[in-house]
């Protein structure tokens, strides 16, 4: 994975009950040349298996205020 920054960002912070479908939605939406930056106030380890499976690559990091931020783009 490149180190250039995402081309759209999805705060799941904001969003009122699970996030899921949320994401699932926004990856469904997302070209295939873009990144996608998702901030979370946990680390979404479920996520991780689904990404695989739909052939997205990830990077996770876990910043000092708590929050995880995880780049995500097509392999």
């Known amino acids: 994975m490149t180190s250039s920054p995402a081309d759209r960002t999805l705060d799941v912070r904001e969003i009122d009950g699970p996030p899921?479908?949320?994401i699932v939605a926004t990856l469904d939406e997302l070209?295939?040349?873009?990144r996608l930056e998702l901030i979370a106030p946990f680390e979404p380890a479920p996520l991780y298996g689904v990404l695989d499976g739909r052939g997205?690559?990830?990077?996770?990091?876990?910043r000092d205020d708590g929050t995880w931020h995880?780049?995500?783009e097509y392999e």
């Not at 070209?31 to 873009?34: A, G, I, K, N, Y």
């Open 20 to 22: 899921f479908d949320d």
């Open 31 to 34: 070209p295939d040349e873009e």
């Open 56 to 62: 997205f690559d990830h990077e996770s990091e876990k």
């Open 70 to 72: 995880v780049l995500i």
